[in-house]
């Protein structure tokens, strides 16, 4: 009933930019948080950044300089705009979405994932 489904990815040079979007469908109430994950081979999935209904946004150390998210909440869409990427940037992004499919009832959805490669 539910989808969240990120577009996006790809391979980029050191340097360049990436942007990635994250769409959520379905029997929707609210959206309630949206953010961005990230997991590379061997490592843990890591926080990126969120960003709540009200636009508060939060970012991870090692890109709060470089990445920025936003959202448009007519298109339940979440943007993660990356800039300056690096090669430790490398990994698999993944959206996730808590969503209120009533006035009384919030779940976590996660999306499929979309790769990120940066390299020269």
């Known amino acids: 009933q539910v989808q969240v489904v990120e577009s996006g990815g790809g391979l980029v040079q050191p340097g360049g930019s990436l942007r990635l979007s994250c769409a959520a469908s379905g029997s929707i109430f609210s959206i309630n948080v949206m953010g961005w994950y990230r997991q590379a081979p061997g490592k843990q999935r890591e926080l990126v950044a969120t960003?709540?209904?009200?636009?508060?946004?939060n970012y991870a150390d090692s890109v709060k300089d470089r990445f920025s998210i936003s959202r448009d909440n007519a298109k339940n869409t979440v943007y993660l705009q990356m800039n300056s990427l690096k090669p430790e940037d490398t990994a698999v992004y993944y959206c996730?979405?808590?969503?209120?499919?009533?006035?009384?009832?919030?779940?976590?959805?996660w999306g499929q994932g979309t790769q990120v490669t940066v390299s020269s």
């Open positions: 960003i709540t209904s009200g636009g508060s946004t």
């Open positions: 996730n979405v808590i969503l209120a499919l009533s006035r009384s009832s919030a779940n976590s959805y």
